[in-house]
Antibody, heavy 121, light 110 residues
Framework: EVQLVESGGGLVQPGRSLRLSCAAS????????MHWVRQAPGKGLEWVSGISWNSGSIGYADSVKGRFTISRDNAKNSLYLQMNSLRAEDTALYYC??????????????WGQGTLVTVSS | DIVMTQTPLSLSVTPGQPASISCKSS???????????LYWYLQKPGQSPQLLIYEVSSRFSGVPDRFSGSGSGTDFTLKISRVEAEDVGVYYC???????FGGGTKVEIK
C-alpha cells in the first residue's frame, strides 16, 4: 500500500523559513518523480514543485520560484521542500504527491494527507 | 499557462440519478506523443484528493465503473451514471502538460 506522510508544517512569521518532509513507503521510491501540491484554506489545488527520480529535473510554479527548493533522498525514501522568504499567500495545506516518470506531462496517482503551513505575524 | 474552466460550480443530485461535470482547457491537451493529458480527481470532505480518471477516460485502480470520462482536445466531461452518497465532494479536472487544475465542482446529495 502506497503511503505518503508529510510533516514539518506549522505557524511561521512572514519572511521566515520552514522545511517540509514527506516519508514514502509501499512503492519503489527512486523509480518515480515526486511533487508538492498546495491548497489554500477553502481554495483549489495548485502545483508547487516537482522533482524527477534522480533529481536531474526539477520544476517550480512561478509563485514560488527563487524562494522554495525541492529535494529528495532516495536512500531515505524521503521528499523535502525548503521554503524561504515565506509570505501570507503561502498559507496552505501542502500535499506530497507521487508522480510517474517525469515532472511535466504527468499526473499524481497518490497523495498524502497534507501538512498545514500558516504564515502570519 | 493553460487555464482549466469547470462548470457548474456546484451540483445537487438525487441519489441514483446521473451527474455530469464539464471541463474546458484554454489549449488543446493532445500532445505530440499522442496522449491527451486530462485527469479527474475527487476530494471528499476532509480528505486529500484521489485520482479517478487518467488520460481522459481510463479509470484508476479501484474506481467504480459508474464514473466515466470523455472528451478530446479542449472539451472534457466527467459523468457519474448513478450518484451515491459516497460520491459527495469537490471534483477537479487537471491538465498534465503544465500541471494546472480547474476551480472545482462541488457535488452534494439532495
Amino acid at each position: 500500500e502506497v503511503q505518503l506522510v508529510e510533516s514539518g508544517g506549522g505557524l511561521v512569521q512572514p519572511g521566515r523559513s520552514l522545511r517540509l518532509s514527506c516519508a514514502a513507503s509501499g512503492f519503489t521510491f527512486d523509480d518515480y518523480a515526486m511533487h508538492w501540491v498546495r491548497q489554500a484554506p477553502g481554495k483549489g489545488l495548485e502545483w508547487v514543485s516537482g522533482i524527477s527520480w534522480n533529481s536531474g529535473s526539477i520544476g517550480y510554479a512561478d509563485s514560488v520560484k527563487g524562494r522554495f527548493t525541492i529535494s529528495r533522498d532516495n536512500a531515505k525514501n524521503s521528499l523535502y521542500l525548503q521554503m524561504n522568504s515565506l509570505r501570507a499567500e503561502d498559507t496552505a495545506l501542502y500535499y506530497c504527491a507521487k508522480g510517474d516518470g517525469y515532472i511535466k506531462l504527468t499526473y499524481f496517482d497518490y497523495w498524502g494527507q497534507g501538512t498545514l503551513v500558516t504564515v502570519s505575524s | 499557462d493553460i487555464v482549466m474552466t469547470q462548470t457548474p460550480l456546484s451540483l445537487s443530485v438525487t441519489p441514483g440519478q446521473p451527474a455530469s461535470i464539464s471541463c474546458k482547457s484554454s489549449q488543446s491537451l493532445l500532445h505530440s506523443d499522442g496522449k491527451t493529458y486530462l485527469y479527474w480527481y475527487l476530494q471528499k470532505p476532509g480528505q486529500s484528493p484521489q485520482l479517478l480518471i487518467y488520460e481522459v477516460s481510463s479509470r484508476f485502480s479501484g474506481v467504480p465503473d459508474r464514473f466515466s470520462g470523455s472528451g478530446s482536445g479542449t472539451d472534457f466531461t466527467l459523468k457519474i451514471s448513478r450518484v451515491e452518497a459516497e460520491d459527495v465532494g469537490v471534483y477537479y479536472c487537471m491538465q498534465g502538460i503544465h500541471l494546472t487544475f480547474g476551480g472545482g465542482t462541488k457535488v452534494e446529495i439532495k
